[in-house]
């Protein structure tokens, strides 16, 4: 298997232009989760799918972000309008089933610089 | 509010030598303790899961240890290698598939 695919591996852009990223979990794992990392904050759980649906999203910052999950390949989290503050690296991870269980996989991250 | 402190910040050894990272946290009502890898750049990689029922798990020169009551686990190392330099994160699930991450060890392994 592939891993967790994330795309973009890096994203440069101006404040107040959207910003997507892209993930690709494992083939068959239920769950998908957006991490993000940052020197001041360390990682930080932003939002978790379970079978394509949101379960908790306490952890995204603002109304700016947004995340979906059309179906069980493919994820998005999106910042609109993006900000410098968002400057971070975004994790997207899966795990087989819920992570009381199992390990939990990582994508390489998208590293977002917004200026 | 759970809270993973790890202890030291950063680490340098000489290679061969057996290390000790420690991880502590607030509440010790978790499910589970991950141990995982970061090398830069990259994701991280899951090291080790210890369940709140059990005391320690093993894969090949690492080995981790949990005292759920005292809110501590160590990752121990043995013979260390270069190739375990990297930055070493403990994770502790409290509810709701939701893990709460230390800042890190930040390990070099000198030749």
Redesign the interface.
Known sequence: DAG?IQSPRHEVTEMGQEVTLRCKPISGHD?L?WYRQTMMR??E?LI?F?NNVP??DSGMPEDRFSAKMPNASFSTLKIQPSEPRDSAVY?C?SSPH????????????TQLSVL | KQEVTQIPAALSVPEGENLVLNCSFTDSAI??L?W?RQDP??????LL?I?SSQREQTSGRLNASLDKSSGRSTLYIAASQPGDSATY?C?V?TS????T????TQLTVNP
């Not at chain 1, 819920?98 to 991250?109: C, D, Y």
């Not at chain 2, 709701?96 to 893990?99: I, K, M």
Request: net charge negative; hydrophobic share 35%.
């Open positions: 967790v769950y989760f360390g990682l759980l978790y379970n379960i908790d994790f991870a819920s992570p009381t269980n199992e390990k939990l996989f990582f994508g390489s991250g | 499910y589970n991950q995982f750049g990259k994701g991280l990689t899951s899961l369940q994160l994770a699930e709701g598939s939701r893990l991450f230390g800042e890190g």
